[in-house]
């Protein structure tokens, strides 16, 4: 079991990894090849003998430029599969934003109720939302309905926002291991950063070492 935690953490940082390279990778060649046709054209104007040259350069590289009209539609695409990545990864590494100071003034029991009770909530909310957003991505699915931009490649709609249900139920699993941590008293809280003692560790560095 600890194998399979551990192989999908891995496969789930590198998903992240990869997404953000490969939005990071579109954006930048379609915004070279704009930038570097006008360049050779303006070169082309500055160097009477190689005017020729350089213009058929500016040629190919503007043509490849308004061909990759799919890279704004594919980067969006590549965004909402990160956000719902992020999302599990922030659960599990505490990285979403957490309100508990109140929480934390009571009892270690009470600590532990407070937070299987919310644990309980957001798995109810997330849980409503796969319901739904899986009826919505097998209509989609349903009507065939192709991605602006991509639908050239035989990207479907339906295809981009099967991230939906599937970052959902990311989410519930999650939580879910984290109300068994709670349960069996393996911790007291939702694993959400203390943003006010890394905050006050930053502005005082000299106080950690203490």
């Not at 046709?37 to 009477?48: Q, R």
């Not at 937070?115 to 409503?128: D, E, H, K, W």
């Not at 709670?182 to 005082?204: I, V």
């Amino acid at each position: 079991m600890q194998s399979l935690r551990h192989f999908w953490e891995r496969f789930e940082e590198g998903m992240i990894a990869f997404l953000l390279a490969a939005m990071t990778l579109v954006t930048f060649t379609y915004v070279a090849l704009n930038n570097l046709y006008t360049l050779f054209y303006t070169l082309s104007d500055k160097v009477p003998f190689a005017s020729d040259a350089l213009a058929s350069v500016g040629d190919h590289l503007m043509s490849y430029a308004q061909g990759m009209t799919w890279s704004v539609a594919l980067t969006k695409a590549l965004f909402g599969w990160l956000i719902f990545f992020g999302i599990s990864y922030g659960v599990r590494t505490a990285g979403h934003l957490g309100v508990d100071v109140l929480v934390k003034k009571t009892s270690k029991p009470v600590q532990r109720l407070l937070s299987m009770l919310a644990c309980a909530c957001c798995m109810a909310y997330a849980g409503l939302l796969l319901a739904a957003s899986y009826k919505w991505v097998s209509a989609l699915l349903v009507a065939g309905v192709g991605a602006e931009d991509l639908d050239r490649y035989g990207v479907k709609v339906g295809y981009i926002t099967a991230i939906v249900p599937f970052g959902f139920a990311l989410i519930i699993a999650r939580y879910l291991e984290i109300f068994y941590r709670l349960y069996t008293g393996r911790q007291t809280g939702l694993g959400l950063a203390d943003e006010a003692r890394e905050a006050t560790k930053l502005a005082n560095p000299s106080e950690e070492q203490h």
